[in-house]
């Protein structure tokens, strides 16, 4: 397939994308944003036991009947118990027992009177009014009953989620595996940040700008540097990570150039899915499959590799992790500048969009990064546009 449009070509990637079955097994602390595996059920009460709301004192209540302030009810304080405590013993009617707020309730008691409205005299606990079998008085189980569903198989786990199983005592929890993820540029002219430049060579930005965006969103790629302008030595390269990673993704190779390499690796590696997407910046990118493993290759140029790993690469993730969250938001707003350039065809231009309204910078080459970097959206401009002045209305996605 050639020429094909966004939406086509996301319909064409999904197809032969699969949700990932591997399981694995994470530290409650590791699983913030996972996607839970399997349904977590309470295994015991929560609390596990009856507790007090508050600092006070505990005891049989019908002891207190016709209590007044002229004629208190009298205890003798046998004891006191702090949360983490557990006093064993039951409370011999009578007798009453200090406890601070969270500790357990013992046997023989079945009230708790708050410790601002009571006094002690000659060590004996003097009660001024009534109290009822039950009041102040927390049940075991009242936030969450053994056998109860506390998070449902597929669910992305949040912080509030982690706290609940947390409380039931999951140390561990079984999450669905992340995708398996590598990323590689092609091209002769790269060199990494950190080497000399020489001359005629640029440094490598799109293997970092991917895999920054890429462990934004929770995953944990192969970063695995740059791959010569030759198709045998990557073709090899690349059909060596078959079976270990579900998808690659390349940055540069993808036009019709001497150098663009990538239509001779997949013809040696595997079956192309399609070339050319009929948007603005990024058209030239090739999809293929080698094996089970997804290829997605992008334009080299810096901002069109971006803003096509946002349009395309996004919707496979999603459907890879299970994760809704990976998804870009369609908005909605009003240009606060003006675009004065035609869109002959379909084109994404960068913006910051905030309370309904898109800013876009000065600069929207392909080839620059910079003025990207303070933008969170991407305007959608239909084929056959002409320029927009301030104020029209457009469509985007927030990314």
């Known amino acids: ?34 996607v839970l595996a399997e349904d977590a059920v309470a295994s015991f009460d929560n609390p596990p036991f009856d507790r007090s709301p508050l600092d006070g004192y505990t005891f049989a209540s019908g002891r207190t009947k ?44 079945d009230c708790v ?15 001024p009014y009534e109290l009822h079998h039950h009041e102040n008085y927390c049940f075991a189980g009242e936030d969450v009953k053994k056998g109860t569903l506390l998070v449902k198989k597929g669910t992305e786990l949040t912080a509030a989620h982690l706290g609940v199983l ?39 930005s799109n ?26 030595e990557a073709a090899a390269f690349i059909d060596s990570w078959r079976g270990k990673v579900d998808l690659f993704l390349t940055t540069g190779g993808v036009s019709v150039g001497k150098k663009d390499i990538m239509h001779g690796v997949v013809k040696k590696i595997g079956t192309r899915l399609f070339w050319r997407v009929c948007i603005k910046p990024g058209a030239p990118v090739i999809a ?28 496979v993730l999603s459907k890879f992790s299970g994760r809704t969250d990976v ?10 500048d003006k675009f004065p350039k035609p ?28 003025s990207a970097a303070g933008c969170n959206a991407l305007i959608d401009i239909p084929a056959g546009t002409g320029p927009l002045p301030a104020g029209s209305r457009v469509k985007g996605v927030l990314l």
């Open 113 to 127: 009177v708050r410790q601002e409205d009571v006094t002690i005299e000659n060590g004996r606990l003097l009660v």
């Open 1 to 34: 397939m050639q020429d094909i449009s966004l939406e086509q070509a996301i319909e064409v990637l999904l197809e032969h994308t699969k949700k990932i079955e591997r399981t694995e097994e994470v530290p409650i602390l590791e699983a913030l944003g996972r």
């Open 288 to 315: 293929y499959t080698a094996g089970d493993m997804l290829g997605i290759a992008l334009s080299g140029n810096p901002f069109a590799s971006y803003a096509t790993f946002e349009l395309l690469v996004r919707q």
């Open 207 to 232: 293997l970092y700008v991917l895999a920054g965006r890429l462990q934004e969103m929770g995953f944990r790629p192969e970063v695995l540097g740059i791959l010569p302008d030759d198709v045998n």
């Open 327 to 336: 998804c870009y938001t369609p908005v909605e707003g009003y240009l606060a």
């Open 343 to 370: 869109s002959y065809g379909r084109r994404f231009i960068r913006a910051h969009y905030a309370d309904g309204v898109f800013k876009i910078p000065s600069q929207h080459d392909s080839g620059s990064l910079f």
């Open 166 to 204: 947390a409380s039931l005592g999951f140390g561990k929890v079984k999450v669905l595996a992340r995708p398996r993820i590598a990323i590689a540029s092609t091209g002769d002219e790269l060199v990494l940040p950190g080497e000399p430049l020489q001359p005629g060579k640029i440094y490598n």
């Open 66 to 109: 016709g209590a007044t302030k002229e004629n208190p009810a009298s205890f003798a304080i046998i004891g006191e118990e702090c949360a983490g405590d557990f006093f064993a013993e039951a409370v011999p009617a009578g007798s009453a027992l200090r406890l601070m707020t969270g500790a357990a309730i013992p046997r023989g008691c």
